[in-house]
């Protein structure tokens, strides 16, 4: 029962990760083009965009495009991090430590 609720907490951590994750990058980009003088958050804010697509490819058709593990979503997590979606990849990077945790309890 309680592994039920744990990786339910984990799949809505990383949806609303994901989803947190796509509108920082959509700003992130959009704020580019307001700016323009800086083109690197460009590409960041599209890689974020593809991290945070994958991410919820993962949460929502496990082991279809990509496993749903916590090894991968502590990956994306870090990668979204990097990437500039700092509070989307703060909830993934959550949500991979606490399946980690309870999956060696």
Not at 46 to 62: E, H, N, Q, S, W
């Amino acid at each position: 029962m309680a592994d039920k609720v744990i990786e339910d907490i984990v799949r809505l951590l990383a949806i609303l990760g994901g989803i947190i994750a796509i509108i920082e990058a959509i700003v992130t980009v959009i704020g580019v083009r307001i700016y323009r003088t800086f083109y690197y958050h460009w590409i960041l804010g599209i890689f974020a965009l593809i991290f945070a697509i994958l991410v919820l490819l993962a949460t929502f058709r496990p082991d279809n495009p990509i496993p749903y593990h916590w090894i991968i979503l502590i990956i994306f997590g870090i990668l979204l991090i990097v990437c500039g979606s700092l509070i989307g990849g703060v909830l993934v990077l959550v949500g991979g430590i606490l399946k980690l945790i309870f999956e060696l309890i």
